[in-house]
């Protein structure tokens, strides 16, 4: 590959892969900026996008005047030899590079339509049908170039995000302001960004605040308000406020690079039917080639027919030997969906995930930080041996090391009522169930009923279900074998599970939730928000082996915050995590990652995966009818070998592109305000 750079081309970073990006078949290790006369597909011819310039097509403009020049001339029976001329230098110009490319494939053992049409031209050239062999590979070559282009129209969410990254940053250093390339600014070092720019890289606000658009993104139209300390994400743009950012990633590394990057995987990545599809493919041209033989010889060997018609029809079907249409009815419909989705805030990680969750039949829910904020509140504290303040002041104490969204909450409330300070110390965490600690010399446990349980100590169990019952939760704080008093909190709903899990369960899907809660707070939680049913005081592994159980009822979809949840994430058909802007763990672990913490998304994926299936059946039927109507045509001698090639290649190819296009008219479900 020679070592120089190509701005115009840098969306394909020059990745080659044995694969066709625009039909899937095997191509060439060759770039088509370096290398025009190796860039075709092996299999199909396509150029892979990068002689779709206004050259090309001027060039294909005088060779369609000549044809249609030389064919004019002929009817007119004034062109001779002149009209012959004409069409077959036509022929030669449309079709010479299409020529090298079919033998050079046949050499490696691929018999593509390049060499199938060569084949046809040459042939029908043989037999005096100049007009024929012109316009077939006139209109083969036009078929190609319509296919890359409609083929790419799927790809425009890539382009678009690339094109979200913002060249240059303006970094401020010792009170001055200087403006540098973003791939030059470091971790650490300070951007400004004015009201109306693009924001450059993934950072903290140090300074300012403001209102962000994240709607090229998430798909969210509704701006976020940003302050101190607020992480804000490359690509999106800056209202109305003037701020100061400490850059947190590299450009390399940003959030936008690592999504720009998965949906491009994601496209290579190939579905169940796709694979089926292609397997197919591969016998499809042997077969039809085989058909081309016997049509030219069986009827003047064992018919007496003439021979001259028997070799046209025989190659009609040569012109149709390639199963273009057939190997993209499936990849330009994933295609198109997944661009889609990009651009509707929801990151799809291949083809095959919306192939499984359109099978779907059961939705799990992790209970926190997914179907509520994540963010708990004390509501009640209720003393028994200990005051209001002293029980605070101790759970404070007990949960000053710990990360737990209740520990945060019962510290952000210990804050605020201001109780005296304990000291804890020989800490000790209960998985799933609590913390114990000593201080000033007395063992103290502050956890769940399954703490109070292991410990033999006796607790309230009258007053904590009346707590349960409202959705709260409860956390015992005991001190050797006496409860000392209760902590009820609640974690607010996400404002888009309810309406979600009612769309989910209208088309028809089993929705579940998993939560480490007790029963009675599970039970409350799970019918403010509408599921089927729940499953109460699961750990960690207890949800991977509800997962498991689910599955009996069909393909299970698990929905988690992607930090906790993974092992069960993993266990489902199929992954998606909550809240992926932001969250690199998010964006890693799952299948499909929801940008934004929007539940209403997924009633919109469950449509985007069934109308693309149903766009892939309807691709496959129109292709494989299409085909076999050609070759009855074929077979009986009524139809041209340029009529063939529009009906069943060129007019087959756009039909199946403009039906995947159709895909991006899916859209999210607009959030009830109800």
């Given at each position: 590959?020679p070592?120089?750079?190509?701005?115009?081309?840098?969306h394909?970073?020059?990745?080659?892969?044995?694969?066709?990006?625009?039909?899937?078949l095997?191509?060439?290790?060759?770039?088509?900026?370096?290398?025009?006369e190796?860039?075709?597909c092996s299999?199909?011819?396509h150029?892979?996008?990068?002689?779709?310039?206004k050259?090309?097509?001027?060039?294909?403009?005088?060779?369609?005047?000549?044809?249609?020049?030389?064919?004019?001339?002929?009817?007119?029976?004034?062109?001779?030899?002149?009209?012959t001329?004409?069409?077959?230098?036509?022929?030669?110009?449309?079709?010479?590079?299409?020529?090298?490319?079919?033998?050079?494939?046949l050499?490696?053992?691929n018999?593509?339509?390049?060499?199938?049409?060569?084949?046809?031209?040459?042939?029908?050239?043989l037999?005096g049908?100049?007009?024929?062999?012109?316009?077939?590979?006139?209109?083969?070559?036009?078929?190609?170039?319509?296919?890359?282009i409609?083929?790419?129209?799927?790809?425009y969410?890539?382009?678009?995000?690339m094109?979200?990254?913002?060249?240059?940053?303006t970094l401020?250093?010792?009170?001055?302001?200087?403006v540098?390339?973003?791939?030059?600014v470091l971790?650490?070092e300070?951007?400004?960004?004015?009201?109306?720019?693009r924001?450059?890289?993934?950072g903290?606000?140090?300074?300012?605040?403001?209102?962000?658009?994240?709607?090229t993104?998430?798909?969210?139209?509704?701006?976020v308000?940003?302050?101190?300390?607020?992480?804000?994400?490359?690509?999106?743009?800056?209202?109305?406020g003037f701020?100061a950012?400490?850059?947190l990633?590299?450009?390399?590394?940003?959030?936008?690079?690592?999504?720009?990057?998965?949906v491009?995987?994601?496209?290579?990545?190939r579905?169940p039917?796709?694979?089926?599809?292609?397997?197919?493919?591969?016998?499809y041209?042997?077969?039809?080639?085989?058909?081309?033989?016997l049509?030219a010889?069986?009827?003047?060997?064992?018919?007496?027919?003439?021979?001259?018609p028997?070799?046209?029809?025989?190659?009609?079907?040569?012109?149709?030997?390639?199963?273009?249409?057939?190997?993209?009815?499936?990849p330009?419909a994933?295609?198109s969906?997944?661009?889609?989705?990009s651009r509707?805030?929801?990151l799809?990680?291949g083809?095959t995930?919306?192939?499984?969750?359109?099978?779907a039949?059961?939705?799990?829910?992790d209970?926190?930080?997914t179907?509520?904020?994540?963010?708990?509140?004390?509501?009640?504290i209720?003393?028994?041996?200990?005051?209001k303040e002293?029980?605070?002041?101790?759970?404070?104490?007990?949960?000053?090391?710990?990360?737990?969204?209740?520990?945060?909450?019962?510290?952000?409330?210990?804050?605020?009522?201001?109780?005296?300070e304990?000291?804890?110390d020989e800490?000790?965490?209960?998985?799933?169930?609590?913390?114990?600690?000593?201080?000033?010399?007395e063992?103290?446990?502050?956890?769940?009923?399954?703490?109070s349980?292991?410990?033999?100590?006796?607790?309230?169990?009258?007053?904590?279900?009346?707590?349960?019952?409202e959705?709260?939760?409860?956390?015992?704080?005991?001190k050797?074998?006496?409860?000392?008093?209760?902590?009820?909190?609640?974690?607010q709903?996400?404002p888009t599970?309810?309406?979600?899990?009612?769309e989910?369960?209208?088309?028809?899907?089993?929705v579940?939730?998993?939560?480490?809660?007790?029963?009675?707070?599970a039970?409350?939680?799970?019918?403010?928000?509408?599921?089927?049913?729940?499953?109460a005081?699961l750990?960690?592994?207890d949800?991977?082996n509800?997962i498991?159980?689910?599955?009996?009822?069909?393909?299970?979809?698990?929905?988690?915050d992607?930090?906790n949840?993974?092992?069960?994430?993993?266990?489902a058909d199929?992954?998606?995590?909550?809240?992926?802007?932001?969250?690199d763990?998010a964006?890693?672990?799952?299948?499909?990652?929801?940008?934004?913490?929007?539940?209403?998304?997924?009633?919109?994926i469950?449509?985007l995966?069934?109308t693309?299936?149903?766009?892939?059946k309807?691709?496959?039927?129109?292709?494989?009818?299409?085909k076999?109507?050609?070759?009855?045509?074929?077979a009986?001698g009524?139809i041209?070998?340029?009529?063939?090639?529009?009906?069943?290649?060129?007019?087959?190819?756009?039909?199946?592109?403009?039906?995947?296009?159709?895909?991006?008219?899916?859209?999210?479900?607009?959030?009830s305000?109800?």
């Amino acid at each position: 590959m020679p070592d120089h750079q190509h701005e115009a081309h840098d969306h394909y970073e020059h990745d080659h892969e044995d694969v066709c990006t625009i039909c899937t078949l095997d191509r060439d290790l060759a770039c088509a900026t370096c290398s025009l006369e190796n860039a075709s597909c092996s299999s199909c011819g396509h150029d892979h996008g990068h002689e779709n310039d206004k050259t090309s097509w001027n060039k294909t403009i005088i060779i369609g005047s000549a044809i249609a020049t030389g064919i004019t001339l002929d009817y007119l029976g004034i062109g001779g030899s002149l009209s012959t001329i004409i069409l077959v230098s036509a022929m030669i110009a449309s079709g010479y590079k299409m020529a090298i490319s079919g033998f050079k494939g046949l050499i490696k053992g691929n018999i593509g339509i390049d060499f199938l049409v060569t084949v046809a031209a040459i042939g029908a050239a043989l037999i005096g049908q100049y007009e024929e062999g012109a316009l077939v590979v006139f209109l083969k070559d036009i078929s190609m170039k319509l296919e890359v282009i409609a083929s790419e129209r799927a790809r425009y969410a890539i382009e678009a995000l690339m094109q979200l990254r913002p060249e240059v940053a303006t970094l401020r250093e010792n009170g001055e302001e200087r403006v540098v390339p973003v791939d030059r600014v470091l971790p650490g070092e300070v951007f400004i960004v004015r009201p109306g720019d693009r924001i450059p890289l993934d950072g903290k606000v140090i300074e300012g605040n403001t209102s962000v658009d994240q709607s090229t993104m998430t798909g969210e139209s509704i701006p976020v308000i940003k302050g101190l300390h607020d992480e804000v994400f490359a690509g999106t743009i800056n209202i109305d406020g003037f701020l100061a950012v400490e850059t947190l990633r590299a450009s390399s590394e940003s959030m936008l690079s690592n999504i720009l990057r998965m949906v491009r995987e994601a496209e290579g990545r190939r579905s169940p039917t796709e694979t089926l599809v292609n397997r197919f493919a591969r016998y499809y041209t042997p077969v039809i080639i085989v058909l081309a033989i016997l049509f030219a010889s069986v009827p003047p060997l064992v018919f007496n027919a003439p021979w001259i018609p028997s070799i046209y029809n025989s190659l009609v079907l040569l012109v149709i030997g390639c199963p273009c249409a057939l190997t993209i009815a499936t990849p330009v419909a994933m295609v198109s969906a997944i661009t889609s989705a990009s651009r509707n805030g929801v990151l799809i990680k291949g083809s095959t995930f919306i192939e499984e969750i359109s099978q779907a039949k059961v939705y799990a829910f992790d209970k926190t930080g997914t179907l509520t904020e994540g963010k708990p509140v004390v509501t009640d504290i209720v003393p028994y041996e200990s005051s209001k303040e002293e029980v605070l002041a101790l759970a404070a104490a007990l949960e000053k090391g710990s990360k737990h969204p209740i520990a945060d909450a019962i510290k952000k409330e210990a804050i605020q009522l201001n109780p005296p300070e304990y000291t804890a110390d020989e800490f000790y965490s209960v998985t799933g169930m609590g913390v114990e600690a000593s201080i000033q010399g007395e063992r103290y446990w502050l956890g769940n009923q399954r703490l109070s349980i292991e410990k033999g100590i006796e607790y309230p169990v009258d007053k904590i279900r009346e707590l349960e019952s409202e959705g709260k939760t409860v956390v015992i704080l005991s001190k050797t074998d006496k409860v000392q008093g209760l902590i009820a909190l609640i974690d607010q709903s996400s404002p888009t599970a309810v309406q979600a899990i009612k769309e989910l369960r209208n088309q028809g899907m089993k929705v579940e939730m998993l939560t480490g809660d007790n029963e009675t707070t599970a039970a409350a939680i799970a019918e403010q928000i509408g599921f089927n049913g729940y499953h109460a005081s699961l750990l960690p592994e207890d949800k991977l082996n509800t997962i498991e159980e689910l599955k009996k009822h069909g393909k299970v979809v698990m929905v988690g915050d992607g930090v906790n949840d993974a092992p069960a994430l993993t266990a489902a058909d199929v992954g998606v995590a909550m809240g992926g802007l932001g969250s690199d763990i998010a964006l890693e672990t799952a299948d499909i990652v929801l940008l934004e913490d929007d539940l209403t998304r997924l009633s919109y994926i469950q449509k985007l995966s069934k109308t693309t299936l149903n766009r892939i059946k309807e691709n496959i039927t129109i292709s494989v009818v299409m085909k076999l109507a050609i070759v009855v045509l074929a077979a009986r001698g009524t139809i041209s070998l340029w009529l063939s090639v529009i009906l069943g290649d060129v007019g087959l190819a756009l039909l199946v592109i403009l039906n995947s296009i159709r895909i991006t008219g899916v859209k999210p479900p607009v959030l009830s305000k109800e």
